[in-house]
């Protein structure tokens, strides 16, 4: 097995008295989409910043593509590219001259610079803003320049921090749109955001952070799959005409399904850990209309990411 | 060093965008020259009367100059006080561009892709400082180069000859003029690393004016006269400052402090 693109092992910060971050542990493949998710304060900024070469953690180690991010933050740097929250970007300089500015200080020469930023610039769709001030630029376009900067040298690790926070529906989708590029080409990212959709979309595995109680400093509450997140109520509920007992022994042997309750004209299939409500719910029903019931209604329930997440920011806030 | 005039270019090309910083910065020079010029024609073309006497008195100690004409003498007295307020240029120019360019990069946002870069703290503190010095120093040898023609020009029917650059001028104006930019700068750099916003940065640092402004108007109201070894002491005690306060800046913009205090 190779060797993580990303590894953290009880990472922890603290700024004066205040601890922001503690006991942070992840370990992150190359070429994977990881999300890191959790509300404002959690500390995944700190994190990023971190494994990012910028902060020195106070206790614990991280490497980021086998460089330590303390004894070697420099190399680490060079082989990193960063999103901001904000785009940061020099409002009077040209969308050009700003990213031409940046490849030079991570040292690519002038000629591979500009190949890089006109590459980049046509791959997110704002090549003909090459020449415009920055400051005149929209929200949406500012973050697609943002994005082409964190990505102008070409790094082994990208860090989104916020990627479409504070961005219209249409910029944001946009946005959405080039980092899907960016993960189908074989980078590894890291997302940091409160934006489920976006986790859902596109990570495959999420580590959920929630803010720390007295001065605890934020730390990890799950790492796990997107989909593992999923705990909890999975049926799918069939309403047939007449009495639903009939079919309870019928769906009882469909794979997948762990019980079956009939109640009055309803048939309520319960899954197994680990099955999806989506691709369980033609084979119930096929096999419900095979039998030779008349199907009137199905409903799917599945436990939504957002309320699986809130469920464990609630459950930690309570403990 | 690639990197380092990288972010010099960079700053360059903002400041020459920045119309509002560009009239900052041409603001004094464009007081400075023409006032002492001003000052050299009125005392050849008007009779001073007793205003001559009370100059003479104010100035004694500073009219051992070879001239016997006591005219000619108030002229170079008084060409030689300018020296002291012309170094005013060198030290708060860079005062205006350094505020906007470290402490305007916190407020413009800019400041955390620039920590992720690979460019170290004292690369960019040298690139910053290079970016306020360069400005400052090629205006006020501009000021200086347009000051000594009209000095010349003015003064000629009386001298008959050029009287700048002098040696004191010289000296004030290639050794003096850097060693002060450069203290302009640091003191800014910094003032903005414990700051909040650029005005702020700049309002606290422009107070290193205030102690020079006093020793011009002594000197000028004839209570203080600053010779040759004045400004030669000066001068080592602005480099051994520019030394010890460069390397606490470089000390200071630290990625932890700015990050945990700015970002």
Known sequence: ?319 | MRRTLALLAKDLREIRRSRGLLVSMAALPMTMVPLPIFLVWTFEHFPLGEAQNLLTTAYRDGLRSPFADPRMALVAVMVHHCISLFLVMPLFIPVLIAAQSVAGEKERRTIEPLLASPLSGAEIVLGKSLAAVVPALGITWVAFALFALGVNVTARPLFHRPILPDGPWLFAVLVLAPLLCFLGNTVTVLVSSRVSDSRLAQQISALLVVPFMALVVLQFTGLLFLGSWFYLWFGLGAAALDAVLFGVAVRLFDRQRILSRWA
């Open chain 1, 1 to 319: 097995m190779s060797a993580p693109a990303i590894l953290a092992r009880g990472l922890a910060k603290r700024f004066g008295e205040k601890r922001a971050v503690s006991g942070v542990d992840f370990e992150i493949a190359t070429g994977e989409v990881f999300g890191l998710l959790g509300p404002n304060g959690a500390g995944k900024t700190t994190t990023l910043r971190m494994l990012a070469g910028m902060l020195a953690p106070d206790e614990g180690v991280a490497s980021v593509v086998g460089f330590d991010v303390v004894r070697s933050s420099r190399d680490v740097r060079e082989r990193v590219g960063l999103l901001t929250e904000q785009p940061g970007l020099y409002d009077r300089l040209t969308t050009r001259e700003n990213l031409a500015f940046y490849a030079q200080i991570y040292g690519v020469s002038p000629a591979e610079g500009e190949a890089r930023i006109q590459r980049l610039l046509e791959l997110l769709g704002i090549w003909a803003v090459r020449d415009e001030r920055a400051g005149t630029l929209s929200k949406g376009t500012r973050q697609k320049v943002a994005i082409a900067r964190a990505l102008v040298h070409d790094p082994q690790v990208i860090f989104l921090d916020e990627p479409t926070s504070g961005l219209d529906p249409e910029a944001a989708r946009t946005v959405r749109d080039s980092i899907s590029e960016l993960a189908s080409s074989g980078r590894t990212l890291v997302l940091c955001t409160h934006n489920l959709f976006e986790v859902e979309r596109l990570c495959r595995r999420v580590a959920v952070m929630r803010p720390g109680a007295s001065g605890e400093g934020g730390r990890i509450v799950a790492s796990t799959e997107v989909a593992g997140l999923r705990k909890g109520r999975r049926e799918v509920e069939v309403t047939v005409a007449g009495d639903a007992g009939a079919f309870t022994g019928l769906t009882s042997a469909l794979p997948g399904v762990a019980s079956v309750q009939a109640q009055g004209s309803k048939v309520i299939l319960s899954l197994a850990e680990g099955e999806s409500v989506e691709a369980r719910t033609p084979e119930v029903v096929r096999a419900l209309v095979n039998a030779g019931a008349q199907v009137r209604a199905v409903i799917p329930h599945e436990v939504a990411l957002e309320d699986a997440y809130l469920s464990l920011v609630a459950e930690e806030g309570a403990a």
